[in-house]
């Protein structure tokens, strides 16, 4: 997963920024309008048909109940109408068939994305594609922005179906997905020709997986892939397989062990060769996750993530930093420049660096 640049959550009370997650003060400000949440816990805990979710769901601008479903359309409307004698401009949402969400009424992810489409405007930077995805009845208001593309994934719940059917069944820019999940999203990347829609690990030939954009994150994703299908003998044990891998890194490149013993990064690759299948007919998957980069220089980006290895020992993780350079004249078109890795859960060494001069 890449670690977002900005997130909407809590059913769109709260927008955050970069991986520190700084909150946006402009949209708090504008959230306690015609809010106040004591009066709201104190209206809504006079129903019995209400239990509050745990602590953990509760927030600022968030009342979070639980209701039964036969009961939820009553307890709105009575429940409205008492908050509206206080002088309060409440949203009320039901979804998941059980979930029930008070809200300052300018709040939810459609109005929070509608707000930060309306700052990207004003800044000078539209996003050239926007796509929303929902699978429940709190998702629905993200689809009715009219600029966006969206898709409803094919295990979405009754109340989001029933709001398409409504009010968006004929809109060509949203789609009801045939595969579930993740699955679906990709699928609605193909559907509106938004950008790539296979994965790198659905391609068997590597080298085609490429992007307009050169991407930091996806060229870390496109390194371990290639890793694990070496030790799953997955890709052919000849000499191009191993050439590729040293392509991606620069030719005086240097390993420093946490010894302090420095050996040639290349001499590595080719030590290395003889791990090919060591993992064949076993456990044994890598994947990156919370992947941020930022770019440091005109040529130059910096990547952290976590990797994960999961064998039949277990599964463990690595914090790991990147320094990738472009570098026109290699066959990647870019070149690691250091490499950085703390290992955890019972990796063996406390501190690797790799450093490619």
């Known amino acids: 997963m890449l670690t977002p640049d900005i997130t909407i959550m809590s059913v769109g009370t709260e927008i955050t920024y970069g991986e520190s997650m700084v909150p946006d003060d402009g949209w708090e400000h504008y959230l306690n309008q015609k809010w106040d949440r004591n009066i709201v816990v104190e209206e809504a805990s006079k129903y019995p048909q209400l239990s509050f979710q745990s602590s953990t769901e509760q927030r600022a601008h968030k009342v979070s109940f639980y209701v039964q479903k036969g009961q939820a359309e009553e307890v709105m409307k009575s429940l409205s109408e008492r908050l509206v004698k206080h002088g309060l401009d409440v949203k009320i949402i039901y979804s998941g068939g059980m979930d029930l969400d008070l809200l300052p009424q300018g709040a939810g ?21 926007t796509l929303v995805c929902g699978d429940s009845g709190n998702d629905a208001e993200l689809f009715s922005i009219p600029e966006v593309h969206g898709v409803m994934v094919s295990n979405a719940q009754e ?48 080298s085609s997986c490429k992007v307009d954009i050169f991407s930091p994150g996806h060229e870390v994703v496109v390194f371990y892939i290639l890793y694990e299908r070496w030790r799953r003998a997955e890709v052919g044990n000849d000499e191009l397989t191993i050439q590729n891998m040293k392509n991606i890194c620069h030719p005086s490149g240097i390993l420093v062990h946490p010894s302090g013993v420095e050996c040639s990064l290349h001499e590595c690759i080719d030590a290395f060769a003889p791990c090919y299948g060591d993992k064949q007919g076993k456990q044994f998957r890598v994947w990156v996750d919370r992947v941020s980069s930022s770019q440091i220089g005109s040529d130059a980006w910096l990547v952290k993530f976590d ?42 060494g406390s501190d690797q660096r790799l450093w490619i001069f």
């Open 109 to 129: 992810k459609g109005q929070a994305l509608a707000y930060l489409l309306r700052k990207f405007k004003s800044d000078g930077k539209p996003p050239i594609n």
């Open 159 to 206: 109340e989001l179906l029933q709001w398409h059917a409504q009010n968006a069944k004929n809109n060509p820019k949203i789609i009801h997905a045939t595969e579930r999940c993740a699955a679906g999203i990709i699928q609605a990347i193909g559907h509106f020709n938004l950008g790539p829609n296979t994965s790198p690990r659905d391609t068997a030939d590597l």
């Open 307 to 348: 990797k994960w290895e999961l064998s039949d020992e277990g599964r463990q993780c690595c914090l790991t930093t990147v320094l990738l350079n472009l570098k026109p004249d290699t066959p990647q078109g870019f070149a690691l420049v250091h490499f950085h890795q703390t290992w955890l859960d019972g990796y063996a």
